[in-house]
């Protein structure tokens, strides 16, 4: 059998990264496929994008590399677009935004955050009912599966079997009506949904970093086992920390306030 990582939402955040695929290393998987968001937030979206470009078989884009790296943006207007310049943001803002593969006779399909759009979301969790991201709010945890004119699908075309997405940056994994979606959370900026205290000591087991290992028959459509492994993992948040703090990337403290808390400070 063979395996595959699925990582996502680095978010700039290359000591993160950095262990992650020491990780993956180490356990013999050759292959990663990354489901966006590589860009933003912490301060060094240059050396992930580079690192992405060499270790990944499959980077998809992200809602924040769609905004940073569009070709309209002008010099000057966001810090992480100057960082990465334009070789790289053309490269980020041309990615496909899905991906299918078959495994163990399972369609696998994989996306940033859902088959609507970059933006639209889906949370097992909670509602976004009463917030601002309510108008691209989904309900239904059967909608991640749906043929889509965003990912170039018609209804002429297999619906798959399981869904891989990011963009929450919590990790999940649990099946609804014979179908199996996961999230492999954040590898940079990991989010624990019900932490609001960012003192509490505790948050320390949710700040790691996580990711999904697949593994099975890679390619083949016979049924056959399959596995998903969630795995988080510890890394030197200081020394990230020490980073942005040496860098001049604007709102650096609400940036270590996330990533020492694993909250949402925004």
């Not at 699925?6 to 000591?15: A, F, K, L, M």
């Not at 994008?49 to 309209?72: F, Q, S, W």
């Not at 970059?118 to 976004?128: A, E, R, T, V």
């Amino acid at each position: 059998m063979e395996k595959v990582a699925i990582i996502s939402d680095v978010h700039g955040n290359i000591t993160a990264l950095e262990a992650v695929i020491k990780d993956i290393e180490l356990r013999n998987i050759d292959k990663i496929y990354c489901l966006g968001d590589s860009v933003l937030k912490s301060c060094h979206s240059d050396l992930v994008i580079d690192l992405l470009r060499k270790k990944c078989d499959v980077i998809l884009k992200g809602n924040c590399d769609e905004a940073l790296c569009r070709p309209d943006i002008s010099k000057g207007k966001f810090w992480t677009r100057d960082k990465i310049g334009d070789e790289r943001a053309n490269f980020i803002y041309n990615l496909p935004v899905f991906y299918d593969f078959y495994m163990s006779g399972y369609l696998i399909r994989l996306f940033h955050a859902s088959p609507f759009g970059l933006d639209y979301m889906y949370n097992p969790m909670f509602s976004n009912k009463d917030t601002i991201y309510s108008a691209t709010e989904l309900t239904s945890a059967l909608s991640l599966f749906e043929n889509t004119e965003f990912i170039g699908k018609t209804a002429n075309d297999p619906i798959p079997d399981m869904v891989g997405y990011g963009h929450i940056h919590t990790p999940n994994v649990f099946r609804v009506k014979n179908k199996t979606i996961f999230n492999p959370g954040s590898v940079g900026m990991p989010i624990e949904m019900l932490n609001d205290n960012i003192d509490d000591e505790t948050n320390k087991f949710s700040t790691v970093a996580s990711y999904i290992i697949l593994e099975g028959t890679l390619g083949s459509k016979d049924f056959a086992p399959i596995s998903i492994n969630l795995v988080r993992l510890p890394y030197d948040i200081q020394r990230e920390v020490d980073l942005i703090r040496a860098s001049d990337l604007p709102s650096k403290e609400r940036l270590i306030k996330e990533l020492s808390s694993a909250t949402n400070c925004h």
